[in-house]
């Protein structure tokens, strides 16, 4: 059909970056990394003052200084613009891992690089748990952000299994690899409701005293 845009079957899927163009129409530009980065911070702002439910899109544009329109237009919604924001957060949070693991000989130093780096001062904050906590909630409904849920519990495990084996042997890496996944997954619940908020140090060493570290 004249003026149809082909696609591969998965080109853009749960990508809520990827703007799919209309018919006859050339595909309008990805969304400035900038402004992205400023949709997914007034995100996590409008979810941490009046929760998911009340953070509509009206109130994230307005936070954000752009058009109710836009948002719908890049993201889709306020789905969208979560699964956008958990993405973000994993980045950081990889980037911070990647960034530590590169220094990090010993097994004992990759533990605490990929403990550090899913407590980051720079991430593990009450605003961001909040929007976590929210994640959580949808994704038991939304499949894309289930989708993201189950990669990043699965890495989280494989990680601290990898760097555990070679201090504790296989069957005990399996036992406390879980124990301690759920343990950093416990912390961000309660960052989200204790007041003041909790340390990122000192709940990175609460995690590493599992393993005796």
Do not use: C
């Not at 080109?11 to 209309?22: C, D, E, M």
């Amino acid at each position: 059909m004249r003026g149809k845009l082909k696609r591969s079957p998965d080109s853009g899927k749960g990508n809520p970056l990827i703007v799919r163009a209309r018919p006859g129409r050339p595909p309008k530009p990805a969304l400035r990394e900038s402004r992205r980065r400023q949709l997914v911070s007034a995100t996590i702002d409008a979810i941490a003052e009046f929760g998911f439910a009340e953070a509509s899109v009206v109130r994230i544009a307005n936070i954000a200084g752009i058009s109710a329109g836009q948002i719908h237009h890049y993201f889709g919604g306020k789905d969208g613009l979560l699964e956008a924001a958990m993405r973000s957060i994993l980045t950081d949070m990889r980037s911070a891992s990647a960034q530590a693991l590169a220094a990090a000989h010993l097994p004992a130093d990759r533990l605490k690089a990929i403990v550090s780096s899913n407590l980051h001062p720079r991430i593990f904050r009450r605003d961001i748990s909040i929007a976590w906590l929210s994640f959580w909630a949808q994704a038991t409904h939304e499949p894309a952000l289930a989708r993201i849920e189950r990669i990043n519990r699965a890495r989280l495990r494989s990680n601290l299994r990898d760097a555990l084996k070679p201090m504790v042997g296989t069957s005990r890496s399996l036992a406390l690899a879980e124990i301690m996944a759920m343990t950093i997954d416990g912390l961000w619940v309660a960052q989200a409701h204790v007041n003041p908020e909790m340390d990122a140090e000192a709940a990175q060493k609460l995690v590493l005293q599992i393993a005796n570290l």
